[in-house]
Each structure stands twice: as structure tokens, then as C-alpha cells.
């Protein structure tokens, strides 16, 4: 991840950071006035609820010492780990806490496995802010919900590592999605595999992480028997036979580096983090195996690979739970459904092609962006798609050509505490006529009032897309860029998707997306096929 010299001067500069903070603390907050004085600065009476507080006043010599006095545990353990890093490295550090059955040195490793994600994350959510336009202060938001998510998913993950004995083979779903009742309860038992389907927003990653008892608060944990036990009343143990790889695959990895794939998790494709995580998942043996939308970032070649490790799973006892919009990838025997709304029976949508302009908006690597024109990109898992468009947005911002970007992790945009605050902050930033956000989000999917008390990291996966989509649009730009358009949407909001984008190149906007999905790219007036790696 790093050179051991770095991780070794890292730590240094972070225990004398933290010295230096202990000492002005003291200094700012009158702890450093004992002993002999050797500065006197004058005291500051603070007003208001803190009139009680006052901040400088006399520093003496022996306040400084008890300020040092009690920096250098902690400064020193610091410099310990720094130096332990040097010759062992973080990961082998964060793997033996992790393991511990101290809960502290289990805390230790959670937050040597958090910090480096982290430092991705702030690099990330900083690219996102500049992708929507946002002062950089708002940052704050989706960096500590980040954090607090990331900690949990790997505490949780931890906590499923103890294998529980179950004599009971059998899971029972008889509360689909959304506190509904099935007429009669579908039953799974060894080698079954079954394919949820339901309209974008319908509750199917709702049922699918209440299966695995994954991160859920309890009043959205539905009451359905996993071997036996309740997700609700006993979610460690029902974690504890089961594995989940969600939309976001990346945030369950405890380990740093892809054994898989021999590169850092931070720097895999979206398709390559999903296929490490299932590998992670089969590789723990679990007696049900539940996947998000496993398909809608995979390559041709990496479906079928994992077709075929999810049927030799299937076929020696395993039980898979799948949500897929497009079943038409999965080749599973012994397979049952689940519609949690009734399947729209067309993905494409009549309209008149859009006349594409002549003015060029930008000259990339020979390829002319135009005025209007709409495109896609191709390519398998890795190539580099998601470099390229990086690549476009840098050189478009250099040119001032006002450029948007949909990043695939759309909840690095969110800044909002509700969906509509969201709406509501976003027509306020981009400038725009109250209401044109929410307008653009219902153009694609139908809300009800209550959805939008909910937060936006809570939405569907189809539904965070199609925020952060409206988002960009507010802001009315020349070219618009977008990874995965279509992830996580049903057969209705893709044709809905379609639309939208013919009326935002009739603006005269050029749109630049990358897709697995060919049915959609061929909608574009032409795609570039990308066949040699993009470098980073």
C-alpha cells in the first residue's frame, strides 16, 4: 500500500502532531498555568453559554511538563505501531487484531483498517464535491458517514467470522419486502438458488441484507427464519452462516489488497471489486450466499465465470439469493423468483433521434466531443473505462468547459440529511428554480411524500443513481459524464433514462457514459470500444 519508510515517517509526524496539539490545548484552555510562570498572556473571558470558559492566561513551567507528561503514551504508542509497521506492515498488524479476542487490540485493528480507506475516501468525496460543484465545507458529511460506515461494515464482518451449528437447512421467506406478508412462505433449502426481481425502489436490497442480518436498523429487519434463527433477535448468528456482497463490495473488504486480483482494493474496477467479493465470500463456505445486482457490473467474460462458481456453490448445498434486473445473464439450475412488483415486459422506449451538433467541446486522444452527441463506452472489466472518463473531465475542466461528472459511487455526492434537503440544497447550489431538482429525480422514478424523509444513503441503489444524475443536471452543464447510468434501475427507468438523456442533448449538452449494458449503449450515436488498459 505504502513504502515502509513512508508508514515509518507517517507515524512520526503524527505523535509529535499530537504533542504539539496536547500542548497548545493546554496553553489555549489554562492547563499549562502551574509552576513558574514563564509567559503571561493575557486571559479571555468567553461570553454567552460559555461564560464560564477562559481561554489563555499564564503558562508555567511545570503545566507545560504535565501537558507533555501525559502526550507521550499516547505519542509513543503511536511511534510503536509506526515502527512495528516499518517491519511488519499494517495489514498483517490490522488482520492479527482484528483476530484478537481482546476488545481492544480488536478496536485497534478496526481503525488501522478504517484510517487507509479513509484517506481514499476524503481523496474521493473531495473529487466528488468539484464533480457537483459543491464548496468543499460540505465534505464534512459524506466523509463522517463514510467513516461510520465503513467501521461498521468491518465490525459486522467480524463479528460473522464464529461459525454457528444449525441443524436446520432450510431458510423461510414469508415477509418479502417492506413489512408485506407472502400468501404462502417460499422455502429454500440446500442447492436452491432464487432470483429476486422488483421495480427500482420495490425493497429487494432491503430483503436481501435483512437475509444476511447486514447493517440494518431493527424496524427495517424483516421477520423471515434463516436455519432456524431470527435476523432480528440473533443477527450475529444468522451473519455468522451467511454472506452478503452488496452494490458497494468495497466496503466489506477487511484486507487492503486483492489476493484475487494481486492490487489494492481502492484501485479495482467496479466489476473487478464485485468479483473479488464473492471470491471472499465463497471462500468462507457459507450455507447461504446473497448477492445485490452481482451481473450489472460484470463483463461477458466474468458473468460467465461467476455463473459457474455459483453453480458448483449451488450444487454442493450451497443456497444462493440473488437480485437481478436483467436475468438474462444468470445460468443457474434448480432456480425459483421472487417479483416484488410486477416486471415492465419492454426495455426500450420510441423517440426520434437528436439532431447532434458540429460546435466541439473537446479534442480527447483523437476523439471529437461535440455538441449534443451522445456516447458510450465499452469495454471489459478493468480496461479502464472509469480512467477515461476521469481522464475527459480533467481535460474538459482545464479547457473551461463546464463539465459534470456521475462518479459510481454516487453517495460520495450526498450532503443532505434527508432526500429532500437534498433536492432542496441542490437547486440552491446549481442556482436553480426551486423544484428542478426533484422534478428531474420524479421524471425517472415516482416518489411518495414519505420518501422523501428518508436519507439518501438509504435509498435503493437505482434511487441514489438517479439523485445524483438530477443533481448534476441542475447544474446545467456543456458535457455531462456518467459511470454505469443504468445500474440498479428497472426496465421502466431505463427506458425513463433514455429520455431524460435525448432531452438533455437537445440542450445542446454532449453525454459521455460508460456501461456494461449493450442494449443501452447502442442508444448512443456512437461508442468508442475500449481494448488496452487506460493508464491510471
Known sequence: MTKPSTRLLTAAFLALGFVLFRLLYA????????????????????????????????????????ALQSAMPFAASILAFGVLSYFVGPELIA????????????????????LPTLAEAAKRIFAAMNYRSTPKRYAVVPLLETAIERANAVSFELGSHSAVASAVNSVVISQPALGRQLGEPLVLGPSDALIVQGATGSGKTTLLRSLSARQLSSSRILENDIFGLSPKLQPSQVASLSRYVGQQPRDAFIDWRSQELAKPTAWLSEGEAVWSAVQNALAANPKLLVLDEPYAALDDKTCSLLNERLEAYRAAGGIVVIAEHDVSRIALSNTKSLPLAEQPTSQSVARNPVLVG?????????????????????????????????????????????????PERVEDFFIGQTLREEFELSDKLSKSKLGLTRTTFESLISLDESDLEIHPRDLSAGMKLVLALSIAIALKPQLLLIDEPVKGLDADARANMAEVLSCVQETGCAVVFATHDKQFAARANRSIELEKQVAR
Open 358 to 406: 458540429h460546435d466541439l467541446l473537446i479534442d480527447f486522444a483523437g476523439q471529437r466531443i461535440c455538441q449534443g452527441e451522445l456516447i458510450s463506452l465499452l469495454g471489459p472489466n478493468g480496461i479502464g473505462k472509469t480512467t477515461m472518463l476521469k481522464a475527459i473531465y480533467q481535460q474538459a475542466s482545464t479547457q473551461k468547459v463546464p463539465v459534470r461528472f456521475v
Open 27 to 66: 496553553i489555549s484552555f489554562t492547563g499549562a498555568s502551574s509552576g513558574n510562570i514563564l509567559l503571561n498572556l493575557p486571559g479571555i473571558k468567553l461570553g454567552g453559554v460559555f461564560s464560564h470558559v477562559e481561554l489563555f492566561g499564564p503558562i508555567g513551567d511545570l503545566g507545560l511538563a504535565n
Open 95 to 114: 488482520k492479527r487484531t482484528l483476530r484478537s479476542r481482546s476488545n481492544f487490540l480488536k478496536t485497534l485493528g478496526i481503525g488501522l483498517t478504517v
